[in-house]
């Protein structure tokens, strides 16, 4: 999918150094995919993933993930909703008083979003906000504060949450 261009986009440092951390048998691939966009730095592989990690008992910080029917609920009492998709995604068609934080800028504007507060983070369809989410724990941010939405936006507009009308994105 797009895994390669998402590293390009939020891996600002080329050399930087990676260890892969993938499904047994998909290492190969991972390496290969980052190599083609030009990130040659991978020191190796984790060996039998993330399930070898928790076999040797090494901590391990997990998402919240929460479905549209919670978030509704959760929206009735004020929560913050976080929408990570790109501004056009978001121009088109949102829910109600969310915030709109693309992905592809989170190297940027870390710094709009508040350590204390928490986030309901949704995208699409779920990719994009597990990475969000992920970088924001990496950053500091509490687990308890970060709930990633499950099946992001397109799940919601089949719920009660109350969402914009469309706007068609060619006219922004």
């Not at 693309?102 to 508040?114: A, G, K």
């Not at 994009?128 to 941010?141: D, E, P």
């Not at 504060?145 to 969402?163: D, Q």
Request: net charge negative; with cysteine; proline share 2%.
């Amino acid at each position: 999918g797009t895994y390669a261009v998402w590293v390009g986009t939020l891996v600002t440092n080329i050399n930087q150094k990676i260890i892969i951390i993938a499904e047994e048998g998909r290492e190969d691939e991972a390496i290969t995919r980052l190599a083609r966009v030009g990130y040659d730095n991978v020191l190796g592989y984790l060996k039998g993933g993330v399930e070898s990690w928790k076999n040797a008992g090494k901590s391990l910080n997990q998402i919240k993930d929460e479905t549209p029917e919670e978030l509704a609920s959760e929206i009735a009492k004020g929560a913050n909703v976080l929408d990570v998709r790109k501004k056009s995604e978001n121009f088109s068609e949102h829910v109600e008083n969310a915030i709109n934080e693309p992905l592809d800028t989170i190297n940027s504007n870390l710094s709009n979003l508040d350590k204390d507060t928490k986030y309901h983070i949704h995208c699409a369809g779920g990719y994009r906000s597990v990475i969000f989410t992920s970088i924001l724990m990496a950053n500091g941010f509490k687990s308890e504060n970060i709930v990633n939405v499950l099946g992001g936006f397109n799940a919601i507009k089949n719920s009660t949450i109350n969402v914009t009308d469309y706007v068609c994105p060619s006219t922004m």
